[in-house]
């Protein structure tokens, strides 16, 4: 592919996901993005022979980012920054990549290979969230039985997943909107009460910046 | 309406909720019901004119029922045997109803009352559960701050909403896989490090039931 063709396929992507994320993808259709671009239909055709193709190549480059971020060590020197750390950047590329959270169900609904590899995400999400709660246990600043650390690990990956629809679906706004910080926040309160002492007024400090 | 036209009425919610239930209401037509019925087309047209006005008849039942648990009175007196009852009968209504939440927002994103009308059940839980933990703090068996306990509420309210979805999103069975169990689990795991000693030791044991 020549730099040409390869600099208009990345800004195929670009305008793509500004436009999927301002109005959903379903509302979005391939005729928009080359007008958005002031491409030709058959230009951006060219690039991509379907809008779907466009959606799994931006779930691709989501699914790249949040593996590095789910590749995180954990064991004994598991602190609780580790954790905040894990959520935060996970949160940041949920919200970068919102289209695919605020119409989960439907895009999912539409293509099998995308909610196998989405599972594979919110799996992946729950398992570091576990070895981090486990290695937080190991290292002494975290009392909570394996069933406890399970549960807490499900809380974390359903709110990665679904803070955003349902912030969506409520009217009312609340403080610190900010999908990321609030998100963060809200995975991070059903964690706090585990913690000992330090860990707790670490994670606690962590937490209220957001509301700020 | 005639006895026997009421009586089709019925059969024909009763019949379309569980073919909803079954196999998610974008994949059901009136024709599916109404041969599920053995009844004509023209005969179910009589009495739904869309399958949008099944849906909505549907989601008004639900909503009574929803309305009849969230008016469950909090004050000095709540215990934590409340918060239990209230989150079990409201995943059972979950459970009856949840084509409502397995494909939460294509429905809604189609029907702009819907959604309305979903949001304000979805905030009646995140206010009665907000409600109850600050009855439990009055009574002295709950210790939060009213930022926690917003939170607290808010992962109630979105632990009812999208559970379902979240466990057929990912692969993997859990332990004690009941809908209405895991749920009622899920959300409470979140209270339980909040409360005092008895009422911790009261509600992990009401808990731990639904994992046996």
Redesign the interface.
């Known amino acids: 592919m020549s730099l040409r063709a390869r600099r208009t396929r990345d800004r195929i992507l670009e305008a793509s996901l500004r436009l999927f994320n301002e109005q959903?993808a379903?509302h979005v259709t391939t005729n928009d993005i080359a007008q958005e671009l002031g491409i030709s239909p058959g230009n951006l055709h060219y690039h991509f022979r379907h809008k779907g193709d466009i959606v799994a190549e931006l779930f691709a480059r989501f699914r790249a980012r949040a593996d590095a971020i789910l590749a995180v060590p954990a064991g004994r020197g598991t602190n609780v920054e580790d954790v905040w750390l894990f959520l935060h950047l996970l949160f940041e590329q949920v919200r970068d990549h919102r289209f695919l959270f605020?119409?989960?169900?439907?895009l999912?609904?539409r293509d099998r290979r995308l909610?196998?590899s989405?599972?594979d995400v919110?799996?992946g999400v729950?398992r570091t969230a576990g070895d981090l709660f486990r290695g937080l246990r190991a290292a002494g600043e975290l009392r909570a039985g394996d069933?406890?650390i399970?549960?807490?690990a499900?809380?974390v990956?359903?709110?990665v997943?679904?803070?955003l629809?349902?912030r969506a679906?409520?009217?009312?706004p609340?403080v610190g909107e900010d999908p990321v910080g609030r998100g963060v926040?809200?995975a991070l309160?059903?964690v706090?009460?585990?913690l000992r002492g330090e860990s707790r007024s670490l994670l606690a400090g962590l937490s209220r910046r957001y509301?700020e």
């Open positions: 959903g379903p605020r119409d989960l169900d439907e999912v609904s909610r196998a989405l599972a919110v799996d729950a069933e406890e399970d549960a807490l499900q809380s990956a359903m709110t997943t679904y803070w629809s349902y679906l409520r009217p009312s609340l926040f809200q309160v059903a706090a009460p585990f509301l």
